[in-house]
């Protein structure tokens, strides 16, 4: 699945790339002034937890809007000005539910590790431990949200719910996503946020989520019939299409498409 998902993410990437560029100018029109803005507000202590809150609600909202587009992108539907802004109304709740949860984890973090530390010994280790990975594993579950949601368009939830089902469930590819979100977030900073910026990280996650969920559908249809493989999982199948869309695909077509 990885290999056929980066080759996937790739192509559409570069046959959408004019696109997911323009997607990412609000954020980098936000971010820097932003950046700017917290390290202002330090010497005001009072101004910090109203901008922070107020920056997390603004990432998380515009996250969901391009989490929209990029799966409009991969279903190739039309992406207007109109349907664009329609993600905004869209995403306002949910991004709402994702900013307390962050705001609240991040709290807990920050001032619950602390006063376990100071405890010591055994409790305190115990605690502080439970209380990392809990922080790690909504890290980790998170990145399926956005997809989940327009993908599936269930409660809120039930998305959770299945975001931290996927993430159990496909540890090794929520651990690639966490990595390259980390890898294009340390390379966007040199780029002004452009590239290759929060689109093409939402893209490939959508990619991924998208995939997932075939594969799930079609184990569906096989434990109907009393078949349900837990290993050597047949992607060739699942994918079919989407292998068949890639496989005259070559570097040579994207730097010389005329001489196809």
């Not at 000005?81 to 329609?86: A, C, G, H």
């Not at 905004?88 to 530390?117: D, R």
């Not at 199948?237 to 077509?253: A, W």
């Amino acid at each position: 699945m990885i290999k056929i998902l980066f080759k996937k993410v790739f192509y559409e990437s570069w046959d959408n790339f004019y696109k997911l560029l323009i997607i990412n100018i609000p954020v980098a029109a936000v971010v820097l002034p932003s950046l700017y803005l917290v390290y202002a507000a330090l010497s005001i202590p009072m101004f910090v937890i109203p901008l922070l809150v107020i920056i997390t609600f603004l990432l998380n909202l515009y996250f969901g809007v391009v989490s929209g587009c990029a799966n409009s992108m991969l279903h190739r539907e039309q992406l207007d000005l109109k349907k664009y802004l329609s993600f905004f109304k869209i995403s306002l709740i949910p991004a709402f539910v994702l900013t307390l949860i962050s705001l609240f984890i991040l709290c807990v973090f920050l001032l619950a590790i602390p006063f376990y530390v100071k405890i010591g010994g055994f409790p305190g280790f115990f605690a502080s431990s439970i209380i990392f990975w809990a922080s790690v594993l909504w890290l980790l579950s998170s990145q399926f949200y956005w997809p989940l949601y327009y993908l599936e368009k269930n409660k809120q939830k039930d998305i959770l719910k299945k975001s931290i089902a996927l993430l159990f469930d496909n540890k090794r590819l929520a651990l690639l996503l966490a990595f390259i979100f980390i890898i294009y977030t340390a390379f966007s900073v040199f780029t002004g946020f452009l590239l290759p910026g929060i689109s093409f990280v939402s893209y490939i996650q959508q990619c991924g989520v998208n995939m997932l969920l075939k594969k799930y559908s079609y184990l569906n249809t096989l434990s109907g019939k009393g078949q349900f493989p837990k290993k050597n999982i047949p992607w060739r199948i699942i994918l079919e299409q989407d292998f068949l869309e890639l496989e005259n695909r070559t570097l040579k077509n994207v730097i010389f498409p005329w001489k196809d």
